[in-house]
């Protein structure tokens, strides 16, 4: 197998996951890094093995040394996706981008215009599409076992914890520093349900609101931070209960806990609570993304899809119906339901996915089976192992605008 060499801008939770695995196949081997904080930098070179020269306080950095690998992973926050991969698509790098692919339409389609200039690969980082679930699926519908697709619906389970984590406290809650929650969140799963229907609908609206992280929701006697709180210990959204309670387990000190500190221990949560934004009540914070929205796609021959992205869930794998004109298709993300309309039989089919949905877990084998496409990929220099290309990635990512333009003026948008 050909060692893939690689180098990652941006050296956080999702530059380290996608490094890890590349080192644990030996798929690829990282040999550039480019991240400024230092205590971040110096552990990710540790890590990897890598020397002075090698690590990179600024993505510019990494620009200026020319190519010095054969693809990069560009997993920097949100809002600073565009210059890195325009930058490094320009120097010849084939591209893993992290979703969403930029914050704004013209910026995204400036990304695929230079993947497209440059001939390189861009795979944007929609590890649903690699799930061995979503393989099954997708085998089952083209196998044409449900007939044609006629409809479908879709729950999006983000859970009530990972809301008050990511999009209240965290990176991802105020739309001016990331993004609105579709394309922060969901952009995975228009992408993934316009990856089921084959082609992008011709028409979608949405509703969809904060309706419960906001200060009039604050209960009586609630303090700004949890650590004050006299109600804490009845407060769903406790930060000493969620993040206390990952000590002692590795898969959840990486995520979520590792985006609180670097600490391992009960005096480093404690203080990362005392001072940081993760200690804070749900109910003070300076959040404006939605707690709940809803996304109707209309297809071009009348199919029809509701999506449901929801906060008041617990954290699990997405839930899917598809309703097609000679059966029908139920999966919980590991299992699917089939039936057939023909013999009104049924079949279980276990598509032996790892348990767990979330990142802690590798998005249910998702992020393993991205990484290692990807790596294949450039490889064997075959795109055709990768399940999208920048232009798909673009289309998919409008379709997220066109929704969120939709719940924003009240009206369909036909695309
Ligand atoms: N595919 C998925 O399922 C998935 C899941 C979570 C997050 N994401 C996306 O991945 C991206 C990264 O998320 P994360 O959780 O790893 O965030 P993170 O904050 O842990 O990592 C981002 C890193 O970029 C570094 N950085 C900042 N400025 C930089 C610069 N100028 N040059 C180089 N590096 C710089 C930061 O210091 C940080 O370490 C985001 O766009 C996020 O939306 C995708």
């Known amino acids: 197998m050909t060692e893939v060499t690689l180098a990652v801008v941006g050296g956080g ?3 380290l996951t996608y490094a890890r695995r ?6 690829g081997r990282v040999v550039a890094v480019a991240e400024p904080d230092l205590e971040r930098r110096a552990a990710f070179a540790a890590e990897f093995g890598l020397e002075p020269g090698q690590a990179h306080a600024d993505w510019t950095e990494l620009v200026a040394a020319g ?19 325009v930058a490094l698509a320009d120097l010849g790098y084939h591209i893993l981008l992290e979703k969403p692919m930029a914050t704004s339409e013209p910026e995204a389609t400036e990304i695929a215009e230079a993947a497209r200039r440059n001939g ?28 044609r697709l006629i409809g479908a619906q879709h729950l999006e389970p983000v859970g009530w914890w990972h809301q008050a984590h990511s999009f209240v406290r965290g990176h991802w809650r105020r739309q001016d520093t990331s993004a609105p929650m579709l394309l922060a969140k969901a952009c995975h799963d228009v992408d993934w349900l316009v990856h089921l229907f084959g082609r992008p609908p011709a028409r979608v609206s949405s509703f969809g609101s904060l309706s419960h992280f906001r200060p009039e929701e604050r209960p009586e006697g609630a303090a700004d931070r949890c650590l004050d709180c006299p109600l804490e210990p009845s407060c769903p959204y406790s930060a000493p209960r969620l993040y206390l309670g990952c000590l002692g387990d590795p898969d959840r000190e990486f995520w979520p806990l590792s985006a609180v500190t670097p600490g391992r221990t009960e005096e480093a949560v404690r203080e990362a609570l005392r001072t940081g ?28 899809c509701s999506f449901t992205m929801s906060a008041f869930t617990p954290v699990e794998h997405r839930r899917t119906r598809l309703f097609g ?21 049924e079949e279980s089919v276990d598509t ?7 990142a802690a877990d590798g ?27 920048g232009a798909e990635s673009l289309m998919t990512h409008r379709v997220v605008w066109a929704a969120e333009r939709a719940r924003r003026t009240g009206t369909v948008v036909t695309l």
């Open 277 to 304: 934004p993760y200690g804070r009540c749900v109910y003070a914070c300076d959040n404006d993304v939605v707690d709940h929205q809803e996304v109707t796609m209309e297809f071009d021959d009348g199919a029809t």
């Open 325 to 345: 004109t000679h059966g029908y298709i139920e999966g919980d993300g590991r299992t699917l339901r089939v039936v057939d309309f023909r013999t009104g039989g």
């Open 67 to 85: 190519r010095v690998a054969d693809a990069a992973v560009v997993a920097t926050q949100d809002q600073l996706h565009t210059g890195p991969a």
């Open 363 to 389: 998005h249910g084998g998702g992020d393993e089976g991205l990484a290692d496409a990807f790596l294949a990929a450039v490889a064997a220099g075959d795109p055709s192992l990768l399940s999208t290309d």
């Open 120 to 147: 390189i690969m861009l795979a944007v980082c929609h590890v649903l599409r690699y799930t061995p679930y979503t393989r099954a699926v997708r085998k089952l519908l083209d196998e044409g076992r449900i007939g």
């Open 22 to 27: 590349a080192h644990a196949t030996g798929a």
């Open 352 to 358: 032996g996915g790892p348990a767990g949905s979330s």
């Open 13 to 15: 939770l999702r530059g």
